[in-house]
């Protein structure tokens, strides 16, 4: 076995032991009801068969011997404590792997990630609406690119804006609509207003979401993924490291299944109560390196696999002038798998 990794899966045990189940809170919903629905969509997604297919990826790439290691934890202890379904996530690398050409240190380093990562588990009763707020017509400009249907993955690098923010009404999204056709929709990226960048996802109750210490400038790296039908896994790296996860969720939602799913990655400029004269402005974020996949093949989002009607500026609806307050710097060199943005809250 290769020895960083005889290291590294030494150490699942003590760290999925030390895993705890993240329930927010509802009012209309006792704790020990979430929590016991939680842990059943959690013992039922423990799953670490490995197929051939995923067993020689890994092994190509120096990995040995981990369903294995897992088979040796379900028999000395009471249960196997990875949450997901294994093979599922190791093709979803495999996939982006081929897209990306990741080397075999970034293989090793994601498999790592997803050895020590506790996925925190949204149930579909959580969910505020079955459809998430759409920004456009409550509180937002920005840019956006939206896949047609037919999908199964998408993944994406990311680089958080700069931010020039000087209040607490306006916040800077970097963020994934997962819709499903005729159906739910969920959110899920990052947010940062004047302090930290943080985790964010609707329509699901959140909080202030969790800390991702990274800082304006740098990348993040994105994988949503079908786990299973009716199971969705959004994954946010390290785009440096991508052993260090920055966010990881299993999202119950109806109707999900492979090569359905519609995907619209936004970048969007927000003010809670429509006022958008502060003059503060992100500058240089977006997407790059933007895929779209089924279970046989993958592509860069482009004019053949999106929706010319939503793809590009968008703005209030209702406020002219609301889209001029967004700048595109590579106009001229990219208009769907890669983008690079200024937006500026200047509206007279």
């Known amino acids: 076995m290769n020895k960083k990794f005889e290291k590294i899966i030494a150490t699942v045990l003590t760290a999925a032991m030390a895993m705890s189940i993240t329930v927010p809170a509802f009012a209309e919903k006792s704790l020990n009801e979430e929590f016991q629905k939680q842990a059943f969509i959690r013992e039922e997604l423990n799953d670490t068969t490995l197929s051939k297919e995923s067993i020689d990826f890994l092994e ?71 459809m998430a707020v759409d920004r456009e017509s409550r509180d937002g400009v920005g840019y956006e690119v939206q896949s047609k249907a037919g999908y199964t993955q998408a993944t994406s690098y990311a680089t958080l804006p700069k ?34 960048w943080v985790t964010t996802y609707l329509p699901v109750v959140s909080g202030d979401g969790t800390k991702i210490n990274k800082n304006d400038g740098e990348k993040i790296y994105f994988n949503i993924n079908v786990e299973k039908n009716g199971i969705l896994r959004c994954r946010i790296l390290d785009a440096n490291n991508f052993s260090n996860v920055l966010c ?84 001229n060199t990219s208009q769907w798998d890669k983008e690079d943005v200024t937006i500026t809250f200047n509206l007279k």
Not at 182 to 189: A, N, P, Q, S
Not at 252 to 268: D, E, H, P, R, S
Not at 281 to 309: H, P, Q, R
Request: glycine residues 8%.
């Open 60 to 130: 190509k790439n120096g990995i040995y011997d981990l369903q294995e290691h897992f088979d040796t934890i379900a028999y000395t202890n009471e249960e196997n404590l990875y949450a997901g379904i294994l093979d599922e996530d190791i093709l979803a690398l495999k996939r982006a792997a081929e897209a990306n050409n990741f080397t075999e240190e970034q293989i090793q380093k994601y498999v790592e990630g997803l050895l020590n990562s506790s996925p925190t588990i949204v149930l579909e009763s959580q969910m505020v609406s079955p």
């Open 163 to 196: 931010r020039n923010i000087n209040n607490l009404a306006d916040i800077a999204y970097v963020f994934y609509t997962v819709y499903v056709n005729g159906g739910t929709c969920m959110d899920f990226g990052v947010r940062g207003g004047m302090y930290s």
């Open 248 to 331: 990881d969720t299993l999202y119950q939602m109806t109707g999900v299944a492979k090569n359905n799913l519609i995907f619209n990655k936004q970048i969007t400029f927000c003010n809670n109560k429509k006022t958008f004269t502060s003059g503060c402005k992100i500058s240089n974020g977006g997407f790059d390196n933007s895929y779209i996949y089924t279970t046989t093949g993958y592509s860069k989002m482009d004019s053949t696999n999106t929706l010319s009607t939503r793809c590009g500026k968008f703005g209030i609806i209702g406020i002219n002038g609301s889209r001029e307050m967004v700048t595109v710097n590579n106009a």
